[in-house]
């Protein structure tokens, strides 16, 4: 899938990396000076207020609009701005999973995991035996599916909104995503789902692969996130660590920004 | 969510059973109420010999419907088709290059079908509107409105291959009567079966037909696969054209006109979903058995023909409304609170 095939596993300090980029959509500054590094196996919560950028700012990452100016490195190499696309994104081992634009409801869960990726013969007809062995593996081993009732042939629409976000990031895993973006994964969730979630970004984490985690929710963010960056109107304001700022310190922080505006 | 985790029922595991139960009490309802017909072979190789275009259109719309789609220009290539079919054929005599013919025209509609809805991004309702009107015109202007006569057509090759029998075709013993289009016609929609739920092109349609915003995440390029999706309905619907010249033949410009309500009723009778995303071949079979069916049984059992469309309609109607209520329980628990009754054990919450 990668054209330089050496350089998804060489040495490199930074998945991705910005410099100065800045977006214009016409007069308004939706991005602006932005400069952020993140690591190879390290959790990002990126946070802030609506309209703060946050979403602006993971499009022009995965290709879906191009930036203004400014430049963007992947794996310390820079990327050509203007070729990048979401195909260019994915086959940098970028993958984003959205809240609820990842899964077919009413298609198995082992169509789900391979759509787009299929294991076929030659002339196109699927391996559902082979797909259906790896997806099981999945369920059980990536995502730890255990004792749940879940199989590889439930349709997605059976599933709790936690269990979808976990099969969106299983699916992520498998595919070798190398950063995965999780664009406000716990949003109308139920406690113990939120809780499902949390864990399965731990196991993000514990595979050594990168995560940006895009979240309105404080203290799910705070609890499972390396780092904390705040965006406020297009701007990186803050870079902390979570044990250098508790969450009601954050929360007074983020409203001081409101006030300040 | 209670009872989601318990393992599928029997319904569920057998595709299309729901359709084929239905389909075998209205057979003995009509081997009841007409015995002299339903309890003869003859009904059922009358049924292998006209059946055909209607299940070919059912097994293409079952794909259509199923990428949430919806095509009504196939009556014009039901048209169409068989005008270029027909005219290659007797005024030319091109035999088998007349066939080539008639298809790559039906392959043409699918195309431009394709190609409004996917690239321009007409609602397909609308566009295939439009291409109805405009083929079907063409049809009419091209043949002056006349029908064509295709007599001697049996003693071609291309009749006995396509629609002939596999008996002596002066026997009148049912077993000599069994057409070969039925075998074709079986051929193609296990062919389509596969390609359905085996094959990535089958697998891209239930994701688009899901939903398109999905699909464009997960890779599928909705645009070629909706273009590749109307060419395919056009090509089937050039051969049943072609399948049923050549069984009357005699070419009308208005022969398409009556499978528009069947062959969408059977798709949806047969039980894939009216918003896409859920197909079931085996059932679009059985609903064209079961509309098949209403008209030669309604007719045997004294009523007259004036019914036959009233009752389809009607079945129509009722196996959306079912399918609607049994598949979605958002549906269902808004319809029950309309009525200001309590779902009793269930909750709607999805």
């Given at each position: 899938m990668?054209?330089?095939?050496?350089?998804?596993h060489?040495a490199f300090r930074?998945?991705?990396?910005?410099?100065?980029?800045?977006?214009y959509?016409g007069?308004?500054?939706?991005?602006?000076?932005?400069?952020l590094a993140?690591?190879r196996?390290e959790i990002?919560g990126?946070?802030?207020?609506?309209g703060a950028?946050?979403?602006t700012?993971?499009?022009?990452?995965?290709?879906v609009i191009?930036?203004?100016?400014?430049?963007i490195y992947v794996r310390?190499q820079e990327?050509?701005?203007a070729s990048?696309?979401?195909?260019?994104?994915h086959?940098?081992?970028?993958?984003t999973v959205y809240q609820?634009?990842?899964?077919?409801?009413?298609?198995?869960?082992?169509?789900?995991?391979?759509?787009g990726?299929q294991i076929?013969?030659?002339?196109g007809?699927?391996n559902?035996?082979?797909?259906?062995?790896?997806?099981?593996?999945i369920?059980l081993?990536t995502?730890?599916?255990?004792?749940?009732g879940?199989?590889v042939?439930s349709?997605v629409?059976?599933l709790?909104g936690?269990?979808r976000?976990g099969i969106a990031?299983?699916?992520?895993m498998h595919?070798?995503s190398?950063?995965?973006i999780l664009?406000e994964?716990?949003?109308?969730?139920?406690v113990k789902?939120?809780?499902?979630?949390l864990?399965?970004?731990?196991r993000?984490?514990?595979?050594?692969?990168?995560?940006i985690y895009?979240?309105h929710?404080?203290?799910h963010?705070?609890e499972?996130?390396?780092r904390l960056?705040v965006l406020?109107?297009?701007?990186?304001?803050a870079?902390?660590?979570?044990?250098d700022m508790t969450?009601?310190e954050?929360?007074e922080?983020l409203?001081n920004?409101?006030h300040?505006? | 969510?209670p009872?989601?985790r318990?393992?599928?029922?029997?319904?569920s595991r057998?595709?299309g059973?729901?359709?084929i139960?239905?389909?075998v009490?209205l057979?003995?309802?009509?081997?009841y109420?007409?015995?002299n017909?339903f309890?003869?072979?003859q009904i059922?190789t009358?049924?292998a010999s006209?059946?055909?275009?209607?299940?070919l259109?059912?097994?293409?719309?079952?794909?259509?419907?199923?990428?949430?789609?919806?095509?009504?220009?196939?009556p014009a290539?039901?048209?169409?088709?068989g005008?270029v079919?027909?005219?290659l054929?007797?005024?030319?005599?091109?035999g088998?290059?007349a066939?080539?013919?008639?298809?790559?025209s039906g392959?043409?509609?699918?195309?431009?079908n394709?190609?409004l809805?996917a690239?321009?991004?007409?609602?397909?309702?609308i566009?295939?509107?439009?291409?109805?009107f405009f083929?079907s015109?063409m049809?009419t202007?091209?043949?002056g409105?006349?029908?064509y006569a295709?007599?001697?057509?049996?003693?071609?090759?291309?009749w006995?291959?396509?629609?002939?029998?596999?008996?002596?075709?002066?026997s009148?013993?049912w077993?000599?009567?069994?057409?070969?289009q039925a075998?074709w016609?079986g051929?193609?929609?296990?062919?389509l079966?596969?390609?359905?739920n085996?094959h990535?092109f089958?697998?891209h349609i239930l994701?688009?037909?899901?939903?398109?915003?999905?699909?464009r995440?997960?890779g599928?390029n909705?645009?070629?696969?909706?273009i590749t999706?109307?060419?395919l309905m056009g090509g089937l619907?050039?051969v049943a054209?072609?399948?049923l010249t050549?069984e009357?033949k005699n070419?009308?410009?208005?022969?398409g006109?009556g499978?528009l309500?069947?062959?969408?009723?059977?798709?949806?009778?047969?039980?894939?979903?009216?918003?896409?995303?859920?197909t079931?071949?085996?059932g679009?079979v059985?609903?064209?058995f079961?509309?098949w069916m209403?008209?030669a049984?309604?007719v045997?059992?004294?009523?007259?023909?004036?019914w036959?469309?009233?009752?389809?309609?009607l079945i129509?109607?009722?196996?959306?409304?079912?399918?609607l209520l049994?598949?979605?329980?958002?549906?269902r628990?808004?319809l029950f609170?309309?009525?200001?009754?309590k779902?009793s054990g269930?909750?709607?919450?999805?």
């Amino acid at each position: 899938m990668n054209a330089e095939p050496d350089q998804t596993h060489a040495a490199f300090r930074h998945i991705v990396r910005m410099e100065g980029v800045q977006k214009y959509f016409g007069a308004v500054h939706a991005l602006r000076n932005i400069d952020l590094a993140i690591g190879r196996n390290e959790i990002v919560g990126l946070i802030g207020d609506n309209g703060a950028g946050k979403s602006t700012l993971i499009k022009v990452l995965t290709g879906v609009i191009q930036p203004s100016s400014g430049r963007i490195y992947v794996r310390d190499q820079e990327i050509n701005l203007a070729s990048h696309s979401v195909g260019h994104a994915h086959a940098l081992s970028i993958e984003t999973v959205y809240q609820d634009k990842s899964l077919g409801e009413k298609q198995p869960l082992w169509r789900n995991f391979f759509v787009g990726r299929q294991i076929t013969n030659r002339f196109g007809f699927i391996n559902i035996r082979e797909e259906k062995r790896i997806a099981q593996d999945i369920l059980l081993n990536t995502i730890g599916f255990r004792g749940v009732g879940i199989g590889v042939d439930s349709n997605v629409k059976q599933l709790s909104g936690g269990e979808r976000q976990g099969i969106a990031i299983g699916r992520a895993m498998h595919f070798n995503s190398d950063l995965i973006i999780l664009d406000e994964p716990t949003v109308a969730l139920a406690v113990k789902e939120v809780r499902k979630v949390l864990d399965f970004v731990r196991r993000i984490k514990a595979s050594g692969r990168a995560c940006i985690y895009i979240e309105h929710n404080l203290a799910h963010v705070h609890e499972v996130a390396d780092r904390l960056l705040v965006l406020d109107r297009g701007e990186i304001v803050a870079d902390v660590a979570p044990k250098d700022m508790t969450v009601p310190e954050l929360t007074e922080f983020l409203i001081n920004l409101q006030h300040n505006r | 969510m209670p009872n989601r985790r318990a393992p599928p029922s029997l319904f569920s595991r057998i595709e299309g059973l729901p359709i084929i139960v239905v389909f075998v009490l209205l057979l003995g309802l009509f081997m009841y109420t007409a015995p002299n017909v339903f309890l003869h072979p003859q009904i059922y190789t009358t049924l292998a010999s006209t059946a055909p275009p209607l299940i070919l259109l059912a097994a293409g719309l079952t794909f259509v419907i199923g990428a949430g789609e919806i095509d009504l220009s196939f009556p014009a290539v039901i048209a169409f088709s068989g005008y270029v079919f027909a005219v290659l054929f007797k005024d030319y005599q091109l035999g088998w290059i007349a066939v080539a013919g008639g298809l790559a025209s039906g392959l043409l509609v699918g195309v431009v079908n394709g190609l409004l809805i996917a690239r321009i991004g007409i609602p397909s309702f609308i566009a295939t509107l439009g291409t109805q009107f405009f083929w079907s015109g063409m049809a009419t202007l091209f043949s002056g409105g006349k029908s064509y006569a295709l007599r001697g057509a049996d003693e071609s090759s291309v009749w006995q291959w396509i629609v002939g029998t596999f008996g002596d075709p002066n026997s009148i013993a049912w077993q000599d009567q069994i057409s070969i289009q039925a075998i074709w016609t079986g051929l193609i929609v296990l062919g389509l079966w596969f390609v359905l739920n085996r094959h990535v092109f089958g697998e891209h349609i239930l994701f688009i037909g899901d939903s398109k915003d999905v699909a464009r995440v997960v890779g599928v390029n909705v645009e070629r696969e909706t273009i590749t999706l109307y060419t395919l309905m056009g090509g089937l619907a050039a051969v049943a054209a072609m399948m049923l010249t050549l069984e009357n033949k005699n070419y009308f410009g208005n022969q398409g006109g009556g499978y528009l309500l069947t062959a969408i009723a059977a798709v949806l009778i047969g039980g894939t979903s009216i918003f896409g995303g859920k197909t079931t071949l085996i059932g679009t079979v059985f609903g064209c058995f079961i509309i098949w069916m209403l008209e030669a049984g309604l007719v045997a059992s004294g009523l007259t023909g004036a019914w036959v469309r009233t009752v389809q309609g009607l079945i129509f109607l009722i196996a959306i409304v079912f399918y609607l209520l049994v598949e979605e329980p958002a549906r269902r628990a808004s319809l029950f609170r309309r009525f200001g009754a309590k779902e009793s054990g269930r909750t709607a919450k999805v």
